[in-house]
């Protein structure tokens, strides 16, 4: 797999798997956007502000204990199974939101519906790293995790819309919002049923046979589409390995923590100084520009739209250089580089010198870089431990990050807002603070991984010679 030239399989690939972060965005903009609305009576809903609030929450709990438990049955079923389940989850729990009659009926569909997002993150980003080619691996992956940041900018846009009572009634616009996340989920769906199983999981687990005849099929499309012969296989590259059904949560956890306990560090590092800093930021942010900068409720949404621009374009722009620079140079930058530039954000606001329209062009430079270095870590909880334990891997830190950022950030940023500027500034430089200590992390543990087959990164349990 990592010999073959890229082709319009790959594509296929990237589309059917990758544009599921286009959703997450989407979700998580929506509800921020229409919270307003969603506390009205004449919605339908009347939630309180508090139970706006817990809705959140309850999102990312969804999130956290879909991403564990699919985690772990994308380790023992199989990448394709649990992606077509996910999704289909998703989709179930969104079309039922757009329906929703109270709040606990709508508090039950955040939860489904962070569960199936949450597993989309370990079961796409396992079957991407081993469907892409080493060389590009890095670029790929970022600019599939940046894409989140597409589906914020257009739930952005498309509430302004939805929600303006000219157009649709109150108690309308913003079902129809989960309704067309709906829609653009079935369409991935329909993509995704074209991509297949990871051949490095079925060889593995006992289905060697159905792993070379995928291989070979994928071979032949490779070559029809490029109209070259493929390069023979080296036959040093060849390695022995046993045959298993599974590998339950003992192993798992004994071969993160003893065998690679620097890795588990570097990844708990990268994870918790993205998370706080993204959900510290991002959860607080429209009530900064409205409550300490006056800024009108019906403008502040569009503050989003660049700021997401400038998260999508760090990845994409800067996906490259991960792969041919390298991994330990580029992150530790992306971290570093975000954290000091964050520390120069939080002096100028607290001095009083930043209005609304300069505070978002900090944020837009910030999170350009910071995109990069947070979408990296993915690929790289991804990349460092074994084929078995991977999805299971990027469920754990991403479990853990987002629990912690999720949670303990926005608490605090809420508290900031209403002690004023100085305090706000303060969270600021406490975001700083993780995002370069993390790089730092990454300086001395980093994995030079850049253009390297995941065996070499991390030999596979099942490896007997």
């Known amino acids: 797999m990592d010999r073959l030239p890229w082709a319009k399989w790959h594509w296929l690939v990237v589309i059917g798997l990758g544009t599921v972060w286009i959703l997450d965005g989407l979700e998580v903009t929506i509800v921020g956007a229409i919270a307003g609305r969603l506390t009205e009576k004449s919605s339908g809903l009347g939630l309180t502000t508090a139970q706006i609030g817990q809705a959140a929450a309850i999102y990312v709990a969804g999130a956290c204990v879909g991403a564990l438990a699919f985690g772990y049955l994308t380790d ?7 992606f077509m389940i996910t999704l289909g989850i998703y989709l179930a729990a969104t079309v039922a939101t757009a329906f929703s009659f109270n709040p606990v009926y709508f508090f039950i569909c955040r939860f489904f519906t962070g569960s199936g997002i949450g597993g989309e993150y370990a079961a796409i980003n396992s079957a991407i790293d081993e469907l892409i080619p080493a060389r590009r691996r890095g670029v790929v992956d970022l600019a599939i995790n940046g894409s989140y940041w597409l589906g914020t900018a257009f739930g952005a846009v498309l509430t302004v819309f939805l929600l303006n009572t000219a157009i649709f009634p109150a108690d309308l616009g913003w079902r129809l919002a989960f309704g067309l996340g709906a829609v653009l989920g079935l369409t991935i769906l329909l993509v995704r049923r074209n991509v297949p199983e990871s051949p490095r999981w079925m060889f593995i687990h006992g289905r060697d046979e159905q792993a070379e005849n995928e291989v070979a099929a994928i071979e032949r499309t490779i070559e029809q589409q490029t109209g070259d012969d493929l390069e023979h296989v080296p036959d040093d590259t060849a390695i022995e390995i046993q045959q298993r059904r599974s590998t ?3 192993e798992i956890a ?8 620097k890795r588990f560090v570097l990844g708990l590092s990268l994870f918790i100084g993205q998370a706080f800093l993204y959900n510290a930021v991002f959860f607080t942010y429209a009530l900064v520009l409205t409550q ?3 800024v009108p409720d019906d403008i502040a949404p569009w503050s989003l739209v660049p700021i997401a621009v400038g998260n999508f374009l760090g990845p994409l722009l800067l996906g490259r250089l991960f792969d041919s620079i390298g991994r330990r140079v580029m992150i530790s930058l992306s971290y570093i580089g975000s954290g000091v530039l964050l520390v120069a954000t939080g002096i100028l606001f607290d001095l009083r010198m930043l209005d609304a329209t300069w505070l978002t062009v900090c944020w837009v430079i910030v999170f350009f870089f910071a995109s990069a270095g947070a979408s990296a870590a993915y690929l790289t909880v991804s990349e460092i431990f074994p084929m078995e334990t991977r999805a299971m891997a990027i469920a754990f830190f991403y479990a853990i990050g987002t629990g912690l950022g999720g949670i303990i950030g926005p608490l605090l940023f809420g508290s900031f807002v209403e002690q004023g500027i100085s305090a706000v500034a ?5 975001g700083a603070g993780l995002m370069i200590a993390a790089g730092l992390v990454e300086v001395f543990l980093g994995v030079d991984a850049e253009r390297k087959s995941l065996e070499d990164i991390a030999d596979p349990l099942s490896k007997t010679g």
């Not at 023992?76 to 649990?82: E, N, P, W």
Request: charged letters at 25%; a positive charge.
């Open 76 to 82: 023992r079923f199989g990448r394709k199974k649990l």
């Open 248 to 250: 339950g949560f003992g």
């Open 254 to 261: 004994r071969v993160a923590i003893t065998r690679y306990p």
């Open 292 to 294: 300490l900068l006056d």
């Open 426 to 430: 303060i969270g600021y430089f406490l």
